[in-house]
T-cell receptor
Framework: AQKITQTQPGMFVQEKEAVTLDCTYD???????LFWYKQPSSGEMIFLIY??????QNATEGRYSLNFQKARKSANLVISASQLGDSAMYFC?????????????FGQGTTLQVKP | ETGVTQTPRHLVMGMTNKKSLKCEQH?????MYWYKQSAKKPLELMFV???????ENNSVPSRFSPECPNSSHLFLHLHTLQPEDSALYLC????????????????FGPGTRLTVL
């Protein structure tokens, strides 16, 4: 069964430093996508970054990068130069291609607090 | 309006009330989703609509009734809810590609925070 695990309920980081949020996944589908979303206290889920299972290079979007280690089934999010506005809950999610329903499976989330 | 909008943003209702949540997407997508987010739990997928047809019902109780009149609008009709149904209800949309692709990113609305008394 497909599964997403985020083992860090909460993380602290000093402003301007980098932080890594962990995500591991389990799937038997060879074709899948991995997503990271940010959820501020307002509630909206904001899409950050995507990594496809066949992508050769790690995805990057501005200060966000995804450390994709396929053999370990991990897709950690790296935020560089943290800002106070990065304080939020972060969710890792996976979509399998089989079935083609667009169904996303989410992890439990990690709360990140950026300290000034 | 851009992106995905949801109304109302907050809703308080009694267990005997009937109410509806509305979602509208302005992204030209062909698929829409309802998720439930309870405190300290991961997001749970409730319903999926592709091209206005329901393609997934994730064992949701019948007191939740979805409606998708067109590819831009999605409703969630609520009746005789229980206090444990109090949660944040999130709507999302995506462009589902033919042949199946993992890149179909879902974009979310701001959510409706529901409290059932």
């Amino acid at each position: 069964a497909q599964k997403i695990t985020q083992t860090q309920p909460g993380m602290f980081v000093q402003e301007k430093e980098a932080v890594t949020l962990d995500c591991t996944y389990d799937t038997s589908d060879p074709s899948y996508g991995l997503f990271w979303y940010k959820q501020p206290s307002s509630g909206e889920m904001i899409f950050l970054i995507y990594q496809g299972s066949y992508d050769q290079q790690n995805a990057t979007e501005g200060r966000y990068s995804l450390n994709f280690q396929k053999a370990r089934k991990s897709a950690n999010l790296v935020i560089s130069a943290s800002q106070l506005g990065d304080s939020a809950m972060y969710f890792c999610a996976m979509r399998e291609v089989s079935g083609n329903t667009g169904k996303l499976i989410f992890g439990q989330g990690t709360t990140l607090q950026v300290k000034p | 309006e851009t992106g995905v909008t949801q109304t109302p943003r907050h809703l308080v209702m009694g267990m005997t009330n009937k109410k509806s949540l509305k979602c509208e997407q302005h992204l030209g997508h062909n698929a829409m989703y309802w998720y439930k987010q309870s405190a300290k739990k991961p997001l749970e997928l409730m319903f999926v609509y592709n091209f206005k047809e329901q393609t997934e019902n994730n064992s949701v109780p019948s007191r939740f009734s979805p409606e998708c009149p067109n590819s831009s609008h999605l409703f969630l009709h609520l009746h005789t809810l229980q206090p444990e149904d109090s949660a944040l209800y999130l709507c999302a949309s995506s462009q589902v590609s033919g042949g199946g692709r993992s890149t179909d990113t879902q974009y979310f609305g701001p959510g409706t925070r529901l409290t059932v008394l």
